[in-house]
């Protein structure tokens, strides 16, 4: 941190306290060559994840999207909302994480999938149905005999 009054790019923290509710922490700083003092504020870089569709176009990621299909997918199985929220944390996470900013929407479909078919495999099997976009009961079964496979 560059020192403001002098230019001198070394300093000493003295004090550091949050503010904004933890969302930034307020630091005082002494420079080591002027003995100035000056504050500063450091704040969590935000960059959002943009998914691009298959059309496409592009929009944010939206976490409530992505667990609305699978809530939609889990209709009527027993798989408690809290199991769900922590695998879209997790992918979410996973998407911060990774150097891309641009995220294509196929990505995100197979990691959700790959979380659906540890929690729940009929879960799975609804979600890829609509993802993959079946066309017949031969596509259906296709995926069904890849499961029963890896199974084994």
Do not use: H, W
């Not at 995220?103 to 993802?131: C, H, N, T, W």
Request: aromatic letters at 6%; hydrophobic letters at 35%; charged letters at 35%.
């Amino acid at each position: 941190m560059k020192c403001p009054y002098c230019g001198y790019s070394e300093s000493k923290v003295i004090d550091s306290r949050p503010t904004d509710e933890g969302e930034r922490i307020r630091r005082r700083r002494e420079c080591l060559k002027c003995s100035k003092r000056f504050t500063t504020y450091e704040i969590i870089e935000n960059v959002p994840v943009i998914v691009i569709k298959k059309d496409k176009s592009r929009e944010s990621f939206d976490p409530n999207k992505l667990l609305g299909g699978m809530l939609r997918a889990c209709e009527k199985r027993p798989v408690s909302l809290d199991t769900l929220e922590a695998a879209v944390d997790e992918i979410q996470n996973s998407l911060q994480n990774s150097l891309d900013r641009e995220i294509p929407s196929s990505l995100i479909g197979e990691l959700a999938m790959d979380k659906l078919k540890d929690i729940d495999q009929v879960a799975y099997v609804r979600f890829a149905s609509v993802y993959r976009q079946f066309k017949d009961i031969n596509t259906f079964m296709e995926e069904l005999r890849r499961m029963i496979e890896a199974k084994a």
